[in-house]
C-alpha cells in the first residue's frame, strides 16, 4: 500500500502448495506456535492476539481521513466500531458501501478541507506503539475478495530518516490485488519500496500463487523475518522469497543539493511500525463492481512480534531458511548526475522552467506504475523544440523537478503551453499539479485542454492553487513546480507536447 501513490508491485510469480489449517486445530495450537518460535531462539517482544472485548489502544491507533492513499481510493478511514471491532477473537476490518465526508488529507500533514467518497473502511497502525528494527513479524490473517478490494499488511518507516514516501522505505508483507478473473483472488503479493522520494521511488516484489488454499476462504500466516541486509517472506512458515540489500539503495541529497548514496543497508535499517487496512478501489485494483459484495470483511487472527537476542540483527540463530526459494535481485540505484545552477536564478521575475530546453535546476522526468512513459525533446514545425510525454501506461505523471525546495512565495503565476499531440480516450481529462516535497502538493487539479493537434496557453495562479481544498502546497519549499497528467487509469496512448513552462511574478 501506499502513501504514496502507488505501492503494489508483482514482477515474476511464484507458485506453492498451501495447506489448509482447520480453524479449530489453529485455536488449539495457538500457545504451541509461541513454544515452538521460542525453542528455537526467538523472543516474543509484541503481541495482540484480540483476546479481549475492544481494541486495545494501547497498541493501536486509527487513520482518519478521505485521502485515497495517493492511489486514488475510493474509502473514507474512520475510527468507528462499524469499520473496526473486535469479533471472536479476531480483528474485523470492514468495509462499507456508504457515501461518508472527512479530512481531503491524513492527519500527520495538518490537514486542508473536506473530501466527501462513496465507502468506508478502516486502517490502523502501530506507530509509536508498536517500532521495530529487524526481527521476525507474523500476522495470521483472512484476506477478502471482490473486484476492487485492497487488503494490505505492511509497514512504513517510523522516523523517516532518508526523506518522505519512498525514500524512507516501505515493506508490504503481504497485499491481495483483488480483481477480475477469480484467479487474481489467489495471489497475494510480496513488495519492497525504497530509492528516492517520490516520484524518484522504486520497487520490487514476487507474487505468490496460492494453488491448493484460497487466501480469501483460509486463515494464513503471513510473515517476514527482517534482518540487516536481508529480507525474508513467509506463508505458513514457507519461506519463498527472499531479498538482499544488494538490491536496494537509498539515495538522498546533501545541504547542497547533491546526491549521494547512502552508505550500509538504507532504507531498510531504521524502525518501522505495522499497518493494516482495507482499501476499495483505485490504482490498481480498480473499481469495484456489480459483483463486488458489501460490507466486505478483513480479519486478523493475531499479530506477533520475535526479536533473536543471540543475533538481534543478523538472525542467524534463529533463521529458517529455504535454499530453494527465489531470489529478487531488486535494483540498482541509478548513476549520480549533479547540475550546477546559479542558486539566486529565482530572484528574478521570470524563472523559465522549460524554453527550448530545461532550464537548471530543473529536469523533466515522469513517474509510472508500470509501463513506460517516453520523455523526449522533439522538433516542432512551428515551436522548434519542446518536451514530450508519450504514455504507454495507464498510471504516470511526467514532470520537471528541481535537486531542492525553492522560495517561490514573490511568484504570482505559473504558466505553460501544452498541446495533445496524440489522444485515442473517448474523454480528454487533463490535471496538473504543484509538489513541495511528496506529500505537499495542490493535489490534482483538473484543466481544459484544447482540441487535439491544438496549442493551449495556461495561466494559473499560484495562491488560488494553494487556496484549493485539500491542498498543502507550501510556496516556500516548490521542488516540483509542474506535474502534468491525463486521468489516472486512462492514459495509454496520450503523447502530450509542452513549452514555455515558467513562474511570473507579476
Avoid at 481494541?55 to 486514488?72: I, T
Avoid at 533473536?308 to 529455504?322: E, G, I, Q, W, Y
Amino acid at each position: 500500500m501506499n502513501m504514496k501513490t502507488i505501492s503494489f508491485c508483482a514482477l515474476s510469480i511464484v507458485s506453492a502448495t498451501i495447506l489448509s489449517v482447520p480453524a479449530a486445530a489453529q485455536a488449539a495450537t495457538d500457545i504451541t506456535d509461541i513454544a515452538y518460535a521460542e525453542a528455537k531462539g526467538w523472543k516474543l517482544v509484541w503481541q495482540d492476539e484480540f483476546a479481549g472485548k475492544d481494541v486495545d489502544e494501547s497498541k493501536w491507533e486509527w487513520e482518519e481521513n478521505c485521502w485515497g492513499g495517493g492511489n486514488q481510493e475510493l474509502q473514507c478511514y474512520t475510527d468507528r466500531h462499524k469499520n473496526s471491532f473486535i469479533k471472536d477473537g479476531k480483528l474485523v476490518l470492514r468495509a462499507y458501501k456508504e457515501t461518508y465526508r472527512g479530512s481531503a488529507e491524513p492527519e500527520d500533514w495538518g490537514t486542508s478541507g473536506k473530501k466527501t467518497l462513496p465507502y468506508t473502511s478502516a486502517r490502523m497502525r502501530t506507530k509509536n506503539k508498536g517500532d521495530w528494527k529487524y526481527g521476525r513479524l507474523e500476522v495470521r490473517a483472512k484476506l477478502p475478495a471482490g473486484q476492487g478490494l485492497w487488503p494490505a499488511i505492511w509497514m512504513l518507516p517510523t522516523d523517516y530518516k532518508y526523506g518522505t514516501w519512498a525514500g524512507s522505505g516501505e515493506i508490504d508483507i503481504v497485499e491481495m490485488i483483488s480483481q477480475a478473473p477469480e484467479a487474481e483472488h489467489k495471489k497475494t503479493h510480496a513488495t519492497l519500496h525504497y530509492g528516492r522520494e517520490w516520484p524518484n521511488n522504486v520497487y520490487t516484489g514476487e507474487t505468490f500463487t496460492h494453488t491448493e488454499s484460497d487466501p480469501s476462504k483460509e486463515f494464513h500466516t503471513y510473515a517476514i523475518e527482517w534482518a540487516d541486509g536481508e529480507i525474508r517472506w513467509y506463508i505458513n512458515d514457507f519461506h519463498y522469497v527472499t531479498q538482499f540489500s544488494s538490491g536496494w539503495y537509498s539515495q538522498i541529497r546533501d545541504e547542497n543539493g547533491d546526491w549521494y548514496n547512502v552508505e550500509g543497508n538504507a532504507p531498510f535499517n531504521e524502525r518501522f511500525h505495522l499497518l493494516l487496512n482495507l482499501a476499495v478501489g483505485g490504482t490498481p485494483p480498480g473499481n469495484p463492481n456489480a459483483e463486488t459484495k458489501f460490507p466486505a470483511q478483513m480479519e486478523v487472527d493475531y499479530v506477533r512480534v520475535y526479536s533473536c537476542p543471540k543475533a538481534l540483527s543478523s538472525l542467524r540463530r534463529c533463521a529458517t531458511k529455504n535454499r530453494r526459494a527465489t531470489r529478487n535481485f531488486g535494483m540498482q540505484p541509478p548513476k549520480i548526475i549533479n547540475i550546477e545552477f546559479d542558486s539566486d536564478f529565482y530572484k528574478a521575475d521570470v524563472v523559465d522552467i522549460f524554453n527550448g530546453a530545461s532550464v537548471p535546476p530543473f529536469t523533466a522526468g515522469a513517474w509510472k506504475a508500470n509501463g513506460q512513459i517516453d520523455v523526449t525533446e522533439v522538433e516542432d514545425k512551428d515551436r522548434g523544440t519542446v518536451q514530450q510525454f508519450s504514455f504507454k501506461t495507464n498510471q504516470g505523471v511526467g514532470y520537471w523537478q528541481g535537486p531542492l525546495g525553492f522560495d517561490f512565495s514573490a511568484f504570482k503565476y505559473i504558466e505553460f503551453d501544452m498541446q495533445r499531440l496524440v489522444d485515442p480516450r473517448a474523454t480528454d481529462s487533463m490535471k496538473m499539479k504543484i509538489d513541495c516535497f511528496f506529500p505537499c502538493s495542490t493535489g490534482e487539479v483538473p484543466i481544459a485542454p484544447a482540441s487535439v493537434g491544438e496549442w493551449k496557453s495556461y495561466r494559473m495562479s499560484l495562491a488560488e492553487l494553494r487556496k484549493r481544498p485539500g491542498s498543502s502546497l507550501d510556496l516556500t519549499n516548490v521542488n516540483t513546480p509542474l506535474v502534468l497528467l491525463p486521468e489516472m487509469d486512462n492514459q495509454h496512448g496520450v503523447v502530450l507536447r509542452v513549452d514555455n513552462v515558467r513562474l511570473v511574478k507579476e
